[in-house]
């Protein structure tokens, strides 16, 4: 003959005691208090690393970027030097009997236009 058991209850305080096997963790034994402090601080660090970590890279692209800026404002600044010493050159040679052979005339009179008052709003 065979005897039967009751099944094996455990109440929640006893739950909470250190002799359970199941979810054995080192958030076992802690109260809910402990753990809502644990979660939100674990959230709050891996918010924290990826933040950094998304500074880190866009400092790094924007190091980048100023050091392809530099270089075309050295290239611009270059070419800029080169356009100067050609317009300085030939502004050396332009005479007016130049200029006149190239098809341009002496402007006639000159007339200047002057404003009677500032064009300003009175309050």
Known sequence: MRIRRKPIRITESQGHL???TKNAGFLSY???????????LSGM?????????????????????????????????????????????RAVDMTESYAVSRG????????FVERAANLTLDR
């Open 18 to 20: 250190p002799f359970r």
């Open 45 to 89: 660090f891996l918010l924290l690393s990826i933040t950094y970590v998304y500074f880190l890279a866009s400092s790094v692209g924007y190091v980048s970027v100023r050091g392809e800026i530099v270089q075309k404002t050295r290239i611009l600044s270059g070419q800029t030097a080169i356009l100067e010493a050609a317009y300085l050159a």
């Open 104 to 111: 341009l005339s002496p402007a006639g009179k000159q007339e």
């Open 30 to 40: 802690a109260n809910p208090l402990e753990r809502r402090i644990f979660g939100i």
